[in-house]
């Protein structure tokens, strides 16, 4: 029972919501999307264990607000990872949650409409539709665990998941991770730290229990197995890039000290290249300079790309939206991406087969 004299002063309603195993049996996974799924998630462990000399490359918009651009740049990745399959593995971003510094737009499944309505429940059916064409398609897909309860709506069509930096040290997320099916990066702090990232993989590794939810929507007790393939993602902090030579150095330094794999990736996009997309393919470039010198740590890279450079602000008239560029962080344009990945793919095509051994 509930004593409103002194509980939920500040709560202006609570809504139920559907359940993700009713979600699922309304939304259900083809076979098609889980031999994808299980692909991606077995290709990105081998990579990290060193058995598939391939680098793997987390691409696409900063976060989907427009299902049927995404679709366009998805068809577009598709073919371009055929292309380069023999040496980068693609991974399409497909990010539905965002963090806000103070407030903003918090993402499709917060507020699919983008009008401060936070239809959830609609953004729930839309983001899980547009996992699965895309999964049916055989693309990989990623995205970030932003929300402690969203993975149970969608993890089972995600290959690859993201801690970000603002929650690398957040007990919740570190337990979380622990029991998602996918590979996980963490992000380095938002000021640069990287022991809080080398702490969050420590943590990750182990089993946990905590508070969460059952297939039913039921709070229950959560017990995890611990996730063995949490690495870190450098992506600059405090004003500064970490994506060069000295700081990936000092990064394998970190990670050895901790007894955790050399497992590196980079993040071109952040303060890696100081917000600018227009940076971003140099950052790709370096990082490919440095496996070219020798480099075994690196085995992954992150890129934030859209169909048109740059970004927008959201109008107040929807229909102002132009197609295909982003409303949150500038990226690159599909062009742009096209040249920077088949540069890479025709640099390291000869050198990465015999990079393992």
């Known amino acids: 029972m509930t004593d409103n004299r002194v509980e939920d002063l500040n709560i202006e309603s609570i809504v139920p919501l559907i359940s993700p195993e009713q979600l699922k049996q309304e939304m259900p996974i083809s076979e098609a999307a889980v031999a994808s799924v299980q692909k991606g998630r077995q290709v990105i462990r081998d990579i990290l264990d060193r058995k598939d000399h391939r680098i793997f490359v987390v691409i696409g918009p900063c976060s989907i607000h427009d299902v049927e651009a995404a679709k366009d740049y998805a068809h577009r990745l ?4 055929d292309q380069v399959s023999d040496t980068l593995y693609l991974v399409m971003r497909v ?11 918090k993402g499709l499944i917060n507020d699919p409409y983008m009008n401060d309505t936070f239809k959830i429940q609609d953004g729930l059916h839309i983001a899980r539709r547009l996992l699965l064409d895309l999964a049916e398609l055989g ?9 402690p309860i969203s993975p149970q709506y969608i993890q ?3 290959a690859w998941s993201a801690i970000g930096a603002r929650t690398t040290e957040s ?3 570190r337990e979380m991770a622990s029991g998602l099916s996918s590979a996980v990066g963490f992000k380095n702090g938002t000021d640069g730290s990287l022991t809080v990232a080398t702490n969050a993989l420590m943590s990750v590794a182990n089993p946990h229990r905590f508070l969460g939810i059952n297939a039913d929507g039921q ?3 959560v017990s995890t197995r611990g996730n063995p393939y949490a690495h870190v993602v ?3 902090g405090g004003g500064k890039p970490n ?3 000295v700081n990936v150095a000092l990064a394998e330094e970190a990670l050895a000290k901790s007894d955790l794999a050399a497992n590196i990736m980079i993040d071109c996009s952040h303060e890696n290249s100081n917000k600018n997309p227009a940076l971003q393919p140099l950052v790709l470039e370096n990082v490919t300079n440095q496996i070219l010198d020798g480099n075994k740590s690196i085995i992954g890279l992150m890129v934030e790309s859209n169909l048109k450079h740059g970004r927008q602000n959201i109008p107040a008239n929807l229909d102002d939206l132009e197609y295909g560029l982003s409303v949150t962080d500038g990226c690159i344009s599909w062009d742009e991406t096209a040249d920077a990945i088949l540069k890479m793919r025709d640099k390291l095509k000869d050198i990465l087969p015999a990079r393992n051994n």
């Not at 598709?78 to 990872?81: D, M």
């Not at 806000?100 to 737009?105: A, E, K, N, P, Y």
């Not at 693309?139 to 929300?147: C, H």
């Open 78 to 81: 598709k073919e371009l990872a």
């Open 95 to 105: 990010y539905f949650e965002k963090p806000r510094t103070t407030v903003g737009w």
């Open 139 to 147: 693309l990989p897909l990623s995205t970030e665990a932003l929300d």
């Open 156 to 158: 089972d069509l995600i």
């Open 171 to 173: 007990q919740t997320h």
């Open 219 to 221: 709070v229950s007790i």
């Open 234 to 236: 450098l992506r600059g």
């Open 243 to 245: 994506y060069d030579s």
